[in-house]
């Protein structure tokens, strides 16, 4: 499944977060989203918590700011 602009505008319109389920791949798209999604009229990324993880580095370092398991 390939990040596609949609999920960061329907993030922006009706949101304040993005809480994408954990699947192959994600974070490559969660990298993808905290590059080009902002919050309306600022510079400020929109966070991002994951459903589904594990506490592990690798999901820090892709811009995930809190885990649910």
Known sequence: MKFGANVARRVIAHG???IPILRPHILD????FKKT???PGTDEPIPVTLFGGELDDAYAAAG??????
Request: no cysteine; glycine share 6%; proline share 0%.
């Open 37 to 39: 999604a902002r919050k």
């Open 16 to 18: 304040d977060e993005w």
């Open 64 to 69: 995930v700011g809190r885990v649910l398991f």
């Open 29 to 32: 798209h969660i990298t993808e």
